[in-house]
């Protein structure tokens, strides 16, 4: 029998034949754990992989060979690691982000990614733009590893440092000058910078041939209202032209075709999105690869950057275009029954691929996939603290929201309880219009699973992978359908006597921390207590940050006017928290980053002071050093203790 067979029933037969004891929960703390392990990645010849340990908020590197030895441990410098990217076998880059502190009054903070280059042949490191005193620290744009004349460089979008001082420039319209960053390459032998391309007409991004060369460029103009797709590096005739819609744009430039003179667009039409190749001179018709999915995305081979498959944000469908290769991934697959199972990383010709597997007694297990030895591996538990017996199990659950329109999303129930009239978190996403929740391993809702709570996890319209249809049904009715589609949720669990709607408080961070403040304000009588983990509060607010922090980039303006309404002409008011303080029906929690750059934590100091001049109960936990995306274990595990402390206090599981 295939050994990939005999783990698939081996793991199939462990699982029902398993009967675990009670026993208490883990402390609320091991759920707010970063990722023991993380960021794993193939090189792409498949011989070596690297990944990050956890140690607390110290992190380590580890590079180690397909035969167990290791290359490289060695520890990291303090920060906020975000991804290890190879380039070649020989090349391998740390990406982390740290925050800048505003450079003058009224500026806000902001979120740089900087990296560093590592040689495993000579083992020596370097920072990324850290030999030259001519660009920032910062790259703002990665576009890969190229080998040019029997030198491998790297590819960067970066500002000069005079391009960066502060000037008092004005455009005749009044809008703050904008930069664009260049194009540069760096020596990864020396880490000498030389410049490729500078940015004309607007901000733009470069695709980059197997040398080096500027195949295409995509350029935005200043305003973000039109986007032009050329042919080479400098001058020529657009192939395509675009203009945004409700603050995007409906064609972008994925990366190269299956063959080296085409590439590889994303579109979106008034109905439907789709992958579309075609030539790199004419921009004609073309091939459609993909469309219906809007989490839709290219799969490239990672030595000849030849797009070899489509997959999707959203981690579940993987179709190559090689039959062969579709086999490997497939037969992979099937030695996890029951389990959600995500492509990490894959090395040359799918022989050797990492996949990530959670669900049903699995905190998030690593296995190293080898099809030549046919073996499955366990690199290692995401969550090592966390037995198979306290994972809840999770499920999808299907209704329909008020107007009709089909809905699900995912309800994770406590361990070893029967599912009938539990008490409730409704715990939304944030984005909004990000992919869909599923049903797999979700830190905070096994965070309060563990205390008794049912978790209900709505996929509102707007949500990604839906469709078109279901992503434009959002425009317009932030705080309204998007708000009634998380309750319609609510009463259909209880119809079904899952849960008990008179037991339930609402928790969300980013746009669920604003459903969460809705929930309390626009809605009433439904939740016992409310928890905004850096939710927006006030929205015209919120708007004028965004055009102050954008300048004459309308992009980000004219998406979220579109999407709240008020491009429609409604008023805010009536959908902002703040303004509907008074109106607070049960008590606050809001939960903030000093150093959040996507949301300023001004949102919640102001809900704060409202709801407090209102006589209304508030609790407010600040967490200095932490950003949007709660990356550090220490504030990390403080917000989520002060959140589960917070609902048991007002909705107290037994």
């Not at 009709?404 to 999303?409: H, T, V």
């Not at 008794?452 to 319209?461: D, L, T």
């Amino acid at each position: 029998m295939h050994i990939l067979s005999v783990l698939a029933a081996a793991l199939a037969l462990a699982q029902f034949a398993v009967v675990h004891p009670a026993r208490a929960a883990p402390p609320v703390e091991v759920y707010g754990r970063l990722p023991s392990i993380d960021f794993i990645s193939l090189s792409p010849s498949g011989d070596r992989f690297a990944l990050a340990l956890r140690d607390g908020e110290n992190r380590s590197l580890l590079v180690r060979r397909i035969d167990g030895q290791n290359e490289i441990a060695t520890k990291l410098q303090p920060g906020k690691v975000r991804n290890l990217v190879w380039g070649g076998d020989r090349h391998l880059f740390v990406f982390g982000s740290t925050t800048r502190t505003p450079r003058s009054p009224g500026d806000s903070p902001r979120e740089w990614m900087g990296g560093a280059h590592l040689d495993l042949v000579t083992k020596k490191a370097f920072p990324l733009l850290g030999t030259s005193n001519a660009y920032l620290g910062a790259f703002f744009g990665w576009y890969g590893v190229r080998d040019v004349g029997g030198r491998s460089y790297a590819y960067v979008g970066a500002i000069t440092q005079e391009e960066f001082e502060p000037k008092l420039v004005l455009e005749d319209d009044g809008d703050r000058s904008m930069i664009y960053p260049r194009l540069v390459r760096i020596d990864l032998e020396t880490g000498k910078t030389d410049p490729v391309a500078t940015a004309g007409g607007g901000d733009t991004e470069w695709m980059l041939g197997p040398s080096g060369e500027i195949l295409m460029r995509a350029v935005i103009d200043p305003h973000g209202q039109t986007f032009k797709l050329y042919p080479g590096a400098t001058g020529g005739v657009p192939i395509l032209i675009d203009k945004v819609e409700k603050g995007s744009f409906r064609i972008d430039l994925e990366g190269l075709g299956r063959t080296p003179d085409k590439l590889l667009l994303w579109e979106r039409s008034e109905e439907d999105v789709r992958l579309r190749e075609v030539s790199m001179t004419t921009g004609g018709d073309g091939e459609v690869l993909a469309h219906g999915d809007n989490t839709a995305s290219g799969l490239w081979d990672r030595e000849s950057h030849l797009l070899i498959g489509m997959g999707s944000q959203s981690g579940e469908g993987i179709k190559l275009f090689d039959p062969a290769l579709q086999k490997r991934v497939d037969d992979a697959r099937a030695a996890w029954p029951g389990l959600h199972s995500q492509l990490v990383s894959y090395g040359r010709g799918f022989n050797r691929m990492i996949f990530l597997t959670d669900g049903k007694g699995d905190a998030g297990t690593y296995w190293l996939v080898d099809i030549t030895n046919r073996s499955a591996t366990p690199i290692g538990r995401v969550n090592p603290d966390i037995d198979p017996a306290d994972v809840g199990p999770e499920q999808m659950f299907a209704y329909k929201a008020a107007d009709g329109l089909a809905m699900d999303g995912v309800l994770t129930l406590p361990p070893g309880r029967e599912a009938k009239n539990l008490p409730l978190v409704v715990l939304p996403h944030g984005g909004p219009l990000v992919p869909a929740d599923k049903a797999r391993f979700d830190w905070w809702a096994q965070a309060f699973a563990s205390r008794g709570y049912a978790v209900f996890q709505p996929n509102c319209r707007g949500t990604l992978g839906r469709g078109e249809a279901f992503r434009k049904a959002a425009f317009g009715q932030f705080g309204r359908k998007m708000q009634t589609d998380i309750s319609d949720g609510v009463d259909a669990l209880a119809r079904q006597g899952v849960v008990d709607p008179k037991r339930a408080c609402i928790v969300g961070g980013s746009y669920g921390g604003y459903a969460a403040l809705a929930g309390v304000t626009i809605e009433h009588g439904r939740y016992r207590c409310a928890v905004s983990v850096a939710g927006l509060a006030d929205l015209a607010r919120f708007q004028t940050w965004v055009g102050d922090r954008h300048g004459g980039d309308m992009r980000a303006i004219s998406f979220w006017r579109e999407l709240m309404g008020a491009s429609a002409g409604q008023d805010l008011k009536e959908i902002s928290p703040q303004r509907l303080a008074d109106r607070a029906d049960a008590p606050i929690l809001l939960i903030h980053g000093v150093d959040d750059t996507v949301v300023p934590i001004e949102q919640s100091q102001a809900m704060e002071r409202a709801l407090k001049a209102s006589g209304k109960q508030v609790e407010f936990v600040t967490m200095p050093g932490e950003d949007h995306w709660l990356s550090r274990e220490a504030t990390r595990q403080v917000m989520l203790t002060a959140a589960v402390a917070f609902v048991q206090k007002h909705n107290p599981a037994s």
